[in-house]
């Protein structure tokens, strides 16, 4: 919403276009925590980071957990590594308070005086803008001691990714902020009981936090009046492919595919529409048949399919799918953390196999065999 409009090293722009307005309604007027996660719950929010869990839930899981020493964490998952994937970086770029003053009234939800933005190296202008960012909220009194004479305290660091793929995963995410190789954690224990440092700890991506000072400003009745009943408001998607506008689309939920790609994105390049790739390496291609499929969680798990984190790349008659797949396969393969067989063992016995059906070399048992 203020990417483009609003200067984001000037905290001043921010705040002109009631920024830090939700902050201080809720702590100057002592809204209680179980009241503020009470709304979010209304406004329907649900993850924009892959799965689409219940925003509200998980902050009310955090939120009851019990600490042995009181201490509580929140951390942003802003290591957006989905292949044709910028939808945060976008949002880190052009308004990084509004992460900024979201984490902070998550901090104050759940119980937590400390936060953790683990973002990828490779974003070196989000980097800045954050530190600055960070640094200007400070000064302003709007982290650290005694936000707005309430008495709460909250503060932020950074913690840069080297670029691993398997670093988006939460608990492998929290792994690498402690030092340590990033690889995932047997889940149960979830991070709402044992996160970041064995405490209890919220995680959210940075599309999911930029919604909330919009949900606490205009009203979470607001929120949830955009896009369908069980899937609120809006989602961001980075259009890339043969298609005629790439970039950057903010969608209401519900939104069909064809919409997107020719009413927004103007149609295909020259060619026929094939199918489109959604959800990043895990999310799978979708067909040129299901064109009408509404953009929801529900319709896409219906299909078959997920909404991923945001990347739709659009791809013509001339592409090939065999090569659509080895491609996404060989990302997984060179990203994967090599810690449980089926990822570290089979998955480049299926790139092998795809490699005979690239070469013409394979047969129909091939094809048994990799769905095997």
């Given at each position: 919403r203020n990417c483009g409009v609003i200067n984001p090293e000037n905290i001043d722009e921010y705040i002109g276009l009631d920024g830090y307005a939700a902050l201080g309604k809720i702590l100057t007027e002592q809204i209680p925590p179980q009241k503020v996660i009470d709304d979010l719950k209304a406004s329907g929010l649900r993850g924009r980071g892959g799965a689409g869990f219940?925003?509200?839930?998980?902050?009310?899981?955090?939120?009851?957990?019990?600490?042995?020493?009181?201490?509580?964490?929140?951390?942003?998952?802003?290591?957006?590594?989905?292949?044709?994937?910028?939808?945060?970086?976008?949002?880190?770029?052009?308004?990084?308070?509004?992460?900024?003053?979201?984490?902070?009234?998550?901090?104050?939800?759940?119980?937590?005086?400390?936060?953790?933005?683990?973002v990828r190296a490779e974003y070196p202008i989000a980097v800045d803008r954050l530190k600055i960012a960070i640094a200007q909220a400070r000064e302003y009194g709007l982290l650290g001691r005694d936000i707005f004479g309430s008495g709460f305290d909250f503060d932020l660091e950074l913690r840069l990714g080297a670029g691993a793929f398997v670093c988006g995963e939460e608990t492998a995410l929290m792994t690498s902020i402690e030092g340590k190789r990033g690889e995932p954690r047997p889940r149960p224990p979830f991070p709402a009981n044992k996160g970041l440092f064995q405490r209890p700890t919220l995680l959210n991506n940075v599309e999911t936090y930029a919604n909330i000072p919009w949900i606490f400003t205009h009203g979470s009745e607001a929120y949830a009046a955009i896009g369908t009943p069980k899937s609120t408001g809006t989602k961001v998607f980075a259009l890339g492919g043969k298609i005629k506008h790439t970039?950057?689309?903010?969608?209401?939920?519900?939104?069909?595919?064809?919409?997107?790609?020719?009413?927004?994105?103007?149609?295909?390049?020259?060619?026929?529409?094939?199918?489109?790739?959604?959800?990043?390496?895990?999310?799978?291609?979708?067909?040129?048949?299901?064109?009408?499929?509404?953009?929801?969680?529900?319709?896409?798990?219906?299909?078959?399919?997920?909404?991923?984190?945001?990347?739709?790349?659009?791809?013509?008659?001339?592409?090939?799918?065999?090569?659509?797949?080895?491609?996404?396969?060989?990302?997984?393969?060179?990203?994967?953390?090599?810690?449980?067989?089926?990822?570290?063992?089979?998955?480049?016995?299926?790139?092998?196999?795809?490699?005979?059906?690239?070469?013409?070399?394979?047969?129909?048992?091939?094809?048994?065999e990799i769905r095997d």
């Open positions: 219940s925003t509200g839930m998980k902050w009310q899981f955090t939120h009851d957990a019990v600490s042995p020493d009181g201490v509580k964490y929140v951390c942003c998952n802003a290591d957006e590594g989905d292949p044709g994937a910028f939808m945060d970086r976008s949002v880190l770029e052009g308004d990084p308070h509004s992460l900024i003053e979201a984490m902070t009234i998550a901090g104050y939800a759940i119980g937590a005086h400390q936060g953790y933005i683990y970039g950057l689309v903010e969608i209401p939920m519900g939104t069909t595919l064809r919409e997107i790609i020719f009413d927004i994105g103007g149609g295909i390049k020259g060619g026929n529409f094939k199918a489109v790739q959604i959800g990043g390496p895990s999310g799978g291609c979708i067909p040129a048949s299901l064109i009408d499929t509404p953009i929801d969680y529900e319709s896409l798990a219906a299909i078959g399919s997920m909404m991923g984190s945001g990347g739709l790349i659009v791809m013509d008659e001339d592409t090939c799918m065999v090569d659509i797949a080895k491609f996404f396969l060989e990302f997984t393969v060179d990203e994967s953390c090599g810690k449980c067989t089926p990822c570290a063992q089979g998955m480049p016995k299926i790139e092998a196999l795809l490699g005979d059906v690239a070469a013409f070399r394979a047969t129909a048992a091939t094809v048994d």
